[in-house]
Nanobody, 116 residues
Framework: QVQLVESGGGLVQAGGSLRLSCAASGISVSIFAMGWYRQSPGKGRELVAT?????????DYADSVKGRFTISRDNSKNTVYLEMSSLKPQDTAVYYCNRVGYSDGWGQGTQVTVSS
């Protein structure tokens, strides 16, 4: 059974930084392309960052976060991270991680609130 537990969110001022973590169980994050998604009130879920599976580690980002967010993966801890810097109020959302292309296994997410 897939379980993904996101943590690390919080309230931060514009320009600040946060590091989100996604601890996985029931799967190995190394064999999947993993992604961080976010959802704001009244909006659909948006894919903001991906990392390719296994040793490739190729990353890709939505234009809205490029240059500010960094996705990484620690296979030994079976955990995916999202480093966020230069945060903006429009980054406020609930952040989730999941395997790219899968519709099941969503966790509870972690709330990120950026104040102006």
């Amino acid at each position: 059974q897939v379980q993904l537990v996101e943590s690390g969110g919080g309230l931060v001022q514009a320009g600040g930084s946060l590091r989100l973590s996604c601890a996985a169980s029931g799967i190995s994050v190394s064999i999947f392309a993993m992604g961080w998604y976010r959802q704001s009130p009244g909006k659909g879920r948006e894919l903001v960052a991906t990392i390719s599976r296994k040793g490739g580690g190729i990353t890709d980002y939505a234009d809205s976060v490029k240059g500010r967010f960094t996705i990484s993966r620690d296979n030994s801890k079976n955990t995916v991270y999202l480093e966020m810097s230069s945060l903006k109020p429009q980054d406020t959302a609930v952040y989730y991680c999941n395997r790219v292309g899968y519709s099941d296994g969503w966790g509870q997410g972690t709330q990120v609130t950026v104040s102006s």
